[in-house]
């Protein structure tokens, strides 16, 4: 029997975790080595700045298995705030054990909880044919957007 899984908010002490998945999220689904230093600090302005977001962990037997950055983004057409699930990772040995799908969970009962909450939103890699069939799995449907950016010089690069 597999132990069961934990969510709670992260802290501070989960830096080096949330940087280790981060990295490794970024090489395994985009083939970007990150620069540390500039990603560490940017973990770390979360915990500075909470009004940007927060950070999820799940835990299995006492051990961080897999994590979720939740930010914000302003609806005037909704007068409220779309949460996007970003820098999702599970721990490869974890992987195919529910543990998406806790965070998942976790932060569709917070965002049901919070009446400025106007829905849950995420972005995923258009050949990540597993991510699809897991987000689709727990009602995530495509929402007919082509994401489009333009980056600017010296906001940090990648490999």
């Not at 981060?22 to 970007?32: D, F, G, K, S, V």
């Not at 979360?46 to 299995?60: H, K, S, T």
């Not at 699930?85 to 049901?112: D, T």
């Amino acid at each position: 029997m597999t132990a069961a899984i934990h969510v709670r908010a992260a802290v501070a002490a989960d830096l080096d975790f949330l940087v280790d998945c981060n990295a490794a999220m970024a090489l395994e689904t985009e083939q970007r080595t990150l620069d540390r230093a500039l990603l560490t600090r940017g973990v770390a302005a979360l915990f500075a700045q909470p009004q940007r977001g927060f950070y999820l962990v799940a835990e299995r037997a006492g051990a961080r298995v897999g994590c979720v950055l939740v930010t914000h983004e302003w609806s005037d057409w909704r007068n409220g705030d779309w949460w996007w699930l970003q820098s999702v990772y599970v721990v490869p040995a974890a992987r195919r054990g529910g543990v998406f799908r806790a965070l998942h969970g976790e932060v569709a009962r917070r965002a049901r909880l919070d009446p400025g909450v106007v829905g849950l939103r995420l972005y995923v890699e258009r050949d990540n044919r597993a991510a699809q069939a897991t987000y689709a799995a727990l009602g995530l449907r495509d929402a007919g957007y082509l994401m489009l950016e333009a980056a600017h010089p010296g906001a940090g690069t990648c490999a």
